[in-house]
């Protein structure tokens, strides 16, 4: 069957809710229980699932996944299901009509590549330009009652075998915290990561940091102020790494232009689809920055499509990708998706390469919309 001919038959909207190992307390606030969104659609072509990467509560991002299960139950899904749609390239620019609501589209765009994919017998990685296997893992550490217990958790990710260990900051937790891991462990790869909770005015707190040798610092300030994170990289050495400011390829390209990163943290849903991420990373390049993946404490789902978006050849440095049993007691894939020795192997499978499992899924369940 020829992809131009495949139609969407149907499509269901999925809320599940999976308690957390561990509360993760950022610059944000602090998350127990993941709620997250399924996308399951049938095709002419066969099934295709992704995952809404949305959080529960805004912050992060404005979108959460009661905004992305409006958007996708009331926009998206309705008009999605009957229509022809193509290669995951073609419809693109319908997803494009969407700016309000990028991680309900990336959603859509994940559930149709993995469908093309799995059609094509193929697996996402290969199909998108991937050139390894597997990635480096790397760990987030939330914000510590104190730097004792910071030191213990760092620690045991280390034991863990974990080759990159980003620890998250605001003012007030940041000199001392970077000190205190600096000092326990010279050669470690080491990255902060502020959640945009400085201004412009707290830079002397962040100077602070070149002296600790970081591979870079995230998000200093807030998500809109691209300038000044471009007067703010001119003071550092330190790297800057963009996350939340990246939420579309014309802010990535406009925060390479200007110097306001020289590392881009890559999240699909955060750009809207794997379509985007490519071309961010294909931006990066242009510019010599290298890219890493980030995380959203997605489930094995959503961290397949993240393992197969990791392949890509100016994925340089680790990501947040790491194994799911650090935050389930169980997942709702059945492939084991874990680091050993610091490597998170890419599932081999076709489309994402990872089979949900359903059964699990039916007890997690909070709500269900379905569209014929
Ligand atoms: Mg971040």
């Not at 995951?88 to 590549?113: G, K, S």
């Not at 939330?142 to 213990?152: A, F, K, S, V, Y």
């Not at 200007?258 to 294909?282: Q, S």
Request: charged share 25%; proline share 6%.
């Amino acid at each position: 069957m020829k992809w131009p001919d495949v139609d969407v038959i149907s499509a269901s909207l999925i809320e599940i809710g999976i308690p957390l190992k561990f509360s993760f307390a950022t610059g944000h606030g602090t998350i127990r229980h993941r709620r997250t969104l399924l996308v399951r659609l049938e095709t002419s072509a066969g099934e295709g699932v992704a995952e809404c990467v949305a959080l529960p509560e805004p912050g992060y991002s404005p979108e959460t996944v009661d905004t992305s299960w409006e958007a996708l139950t009331g926009r998206l899904l309705p008009a999605l299901v009957g229509r022809r749609v193509g290669t995951p390239a073609e419809i693109r620019p319908w997803l494009d009509t969407f700016p309000d609501c990028r991680m309900a589209a990336a959603a859509v765009e994940c559930a149709l590549w993995d469908a093309y994919c799995r059609s094509l017998g193929q697996g996402l990685s290969q199909v998108i330009g991937g050139v390894r296997s597997e990635t480096p893992a790397g760990v987030v550490v939330g914000i510590q009652p104190d730097t004792r217990r910071l030191i213990e958790k760092v620690e045991k990710e280390i034991a863990d075998g974990y080759r990159r260990v980003k620890l998250k900051i605001m003012p007030g937790w940041d000199r001392k915290p970077v000190e205190a891991v600096r000092e326990a462990f010279p050669s470690l790869d080491l990255a902060v990561d502020a959640n945009g909770s400085y201004t412009l005015a707290e830079a002397d707190a962040l100077e602070a940091l070149d002296a600790f040798g970081l591979s870079y610092i995230e998000q200093p300030l807030p998500a809109a102020d691209l300038e000044g994170h471009a007067e703010l990289q001119a003071r550092l050495m330190s790297p800057i790494c963009l996350d939340e400011s990246i939420d579309s390829v014309a802010r990535c390209r406009r925060a390479l232009e200007i110097g306001a990163a020289r590392v881009i943290n890559i999240k699909i849903g955060r750009l809207g689809g794997i379509i985007p991420a490519l071309e961010a990373h294909d931006l990066a390049v242009r510019h010599g920055a290298p890219v890493w993946c980030g995380g959203m404490l997605e489930t094995g789902l959503g961290r397949a499509f993240n393992l197969a978006l990791s392949a890509l050849p100016n994925f340089t440095l680790p990501g947040d990708i790491s194994s799911s049993s650090r935050y389930f007691e169980r997942d709702i894939v059945i492939e084991p998706l874990e680091a050993i020795d610091g490597v998170m192997k890419l599932p081999d499978g076709p489309g994402s390469g990872v089979t949900v499992d359903w059964e699990f899924v039916s007890h997690l369940t909070h709500r269900k919309k379905s569209f014929h």
